[in-house]
């Protein structure tokens, strides 16, 4: 199983990102996906999730109407659209995957929101 996520960056406040991860190893349109962050100091925390067919979705207060999680599964990828950021988004997101009793979790790709 291999996740890799791609899309970070520095980015001012209000501006937009767009997260990937893409998944390999695994029959992707079977499992649900989540995104965390962790910011510095702080526990790593959910963001989002979409459930297999993307037929649920599930956000964190703190970016509800701000993020938007989809997912592709033609291309094995789950996405994170990040709109109207903000500094304390800044961290670092990982995906992960939930396989039955395992999981899994990409490298992780920093998003800094500075002016």
């Known amino acids: 199983v291999q996740l890799v996520e791609s899309g970070g960056g520095l980015v001012e406040p209000g501006g937009s990102l767009r997260l990937s991860c893409a998944a390999s190893?695994?029959?992707?349109?079977?499992?649900?996906m989540k995104w965390y962050r962790q910011a510095p100091g702080k526990e790593r925390e959910l963001v989002a999730s979409?459930?297999?067919?993307?037929?649920?979705?599930i956000y964190a207060d703190s970016i509800k109407g701000r993020f938007t999680i989809s997912r592709d599964d033609a291309k094995n990828t789950v996405y994170l659209q990040m709109n109207s950021l903000k500094p304390e988004d800044t961290a670092v997101y990982y995906c992960?995957?939930?396989?039955?009793?395992?999981?899994?979790w990409g490298q992780g790709t920093q998003v800094t929101v500075s002016s």
């Open positions: 190893g695994f029959t992707f349109s079977r499992y649900d």
């Open positions: 992960k995957a939930n396989l039955g009793p395992r999981f899994y």
């Open positions: 979409i459930t297999s067919a993307g037929g649920r979705t």
